[in-house]
């Protein structure tokens, strides 16, 4: 149980587009979903908490407009990057937590990563 | 044994023998502690997880030690293989549910 996908797996875009991730609780109802953005060999930054029907909080530094982020169910989060540019390619995981009575563990999406051309 | 490279630091071990990663958490409020292991280009997998009213909690073939008093958490992986190889990295949270302050991992490097 506490399966955790994310879709796309991969992306590459043009600089200026703008790209959709989704992340679904498969198996449970995760009231928290989270969003982190992992550059090459470095560890994972939390870019912001989503709680499902109300606004996520965003990290210091990362921008709100840019990196939208929706969490319109208790099994679905996506973040949007909007006008991505090169720099916006990183390797992006959510993690979802909430489900499970025996921890509140957060279980980890298998990660999306983001190539701007 | 043990070393930093330009980003991770890097732990090496023969296949068979046991390795011990470390890590040291910065808040002492952290009440919930988790083990992650992530293969290259893949999310992090979930290892074992310890709250702060406990010092060891054993899994099959890992063990994680709490030592409160100096902020430091250590995983043990007993007759490590092959497939260990990975990058661990240590994450602290005030509860489950809040966001986790991830280490800055630890390359294991099992030599068969």
């Known amino acids: 149980g506490a399966v955790v996908s994310q879709h796309p797996s991969w992306v590459i875009c043009k600089s200026g587009t703008s790209v959709k991730i989704e992340c679904r609780s498969l198996?449970?109802?995760?009231?928290?979903m989270f969003w982190y953005r992992q550059f090459p060999k470095q560890s994972l930054m939390l870019m912001a908490t989503?709680?499902?029907?109300?606004?996520?909080?965003?990290e210091q530094g990362v921008e709100k407009d840019k990196f939208l982020i929706n969490h319109a169910s208790l099994t679905l989060s996506t973040l949007t990057v909007t006008s991505a540019h090169p720099e916006d390619s990183s390797f992006y995981i959510c993690?979802?937590?909430?489900?499970?009575?025996?921890?509140?563990?957060?279980?980890f999406g298998p990660g999306t990563r983001l190539t701007v051309l | 044994g043990e070393s930093v490279g330009l980003h991770l630091p890097t732990l090496s071990v023969q296949e068979g023998d046991n390795s011990i990663i470390n890590c040291a958490y910065s808040?002492?409020?952290?009440?919930?502690f988790i083990w992650y292991k992530q293969e290259s280009g893949k999310g992090p997998q979930f290892i074992i997880d310890?709250?702060?009213?406990?010092d060891k909690r054993q899994g099959q073939r890992v063990t994680v030690l709490l030592n409160k008093t100096v902020k430091h958490l250590s995983l043990q992986i007993a007759a490590t293989q092959p497939g260990d190889s990975a990058v661990y990295f240590c994450?602290?949270?005030?509860?489950?549910?809040?966001?986790?302050?991830f280490g800055k991992g630890t390359r294991l490097s099992v030599i068969a």
């Open positions: 993690s979802a937590a909430g489900g499970t009575t025996s921890t509140d563990t957060q279980y």
């Open positions: 310890i709250r702060s009213n406990m």
């Open positions: 989503s709680n499902e029907g109300s606004k996520a909080t965003y």
């Open positions: 198996d449970f109802q995760a009231t928290t």
């Open positions: 994450a602290e949270a005030l509860s489950g549910n809040t966001p986790l302050v």
């Open positions: 808040n002492s409020a952290s009440d919930y």
